[in-house]
Nanobody
C-alpha cells in the first residue's frame, strides 16, 4: 500500500513561486509512476504534470514552461516547482501514484490511471 503526503501549498501573489512536495512510503520508489493533479472549486480534477519511473516527464499545456516536476528517489519525494503563478492556477493540488514503469501520454495526465492519492494541498494565487 502506497501512502502519499503533500506539503508546500500556500497563498502567493500573481507572478510568484511555490514548490510542492509529496513524500511517498510503502513501496519501491523506482517502480512508481507519479503525477500532480489539481482541482479548482466546482471543476473536475485535471492532470498538471507526470513522471514515469524511467524519468519521462509530461505537462499540461497550461503549465508548460512555468512548472517543473522532479523527484528525489533516495528521499522518496516528488516535487512540483511552480513559477510565474497565475490566479487561474488556484486549486487544490494532489499527488498521485501508480505501480509500474511506463505510461502512455494519455495515461500520464488522466486521473483514472492512478490508484494512490494524497489528501491535497491548497494553492491560492491572488492578482
Amino acid at each position: 500500500q502506497v501512502q502519499l503526503v503533500e506539503s508546500g501549498g500556500g497563498s502567493v501573489q500573481s507572478g510568484g513561486s511555490l514548490r510542492l512536495s509529496c513524500t511517498a512510503s510503502g513501496y519501491t520508489h523506482g517502480d512508481l509512476c507519479m503525477a500532480w493533479f489539481r482541482q479548482a472549486l466546482g471543476k473536475e480534477r485535471k492532470g498538471v504534470a507526470a513522471i514515469d519511473s524511467d524519468g519521462t516527464v509530461r505537462y499540461a499545456d497550461s503549465v508548460k514552461g512555468r512548472f517543473t516536476i522532479s523527484r528525489d528517489i533516495p528521499k522518496n519525494t516528488l516535487y512540483l516547482q511552480m513559477n510565474s503563478l497565475k490566479p487561474e492556477d488556484t486549486a487544490m493540488y494532489y499527488c498521485a501514484a501508480k505501480m509500474g514503469w511506463k505510461m502512455t501520454d494519455f495515461q500520464a495526465l488522466t486521473a483514472t490511471t492512478y490508484n494512490y492519492w494524497g489528501q491535497g494541498t491548497q494553492v491560492t494565487v491572488s492578482s
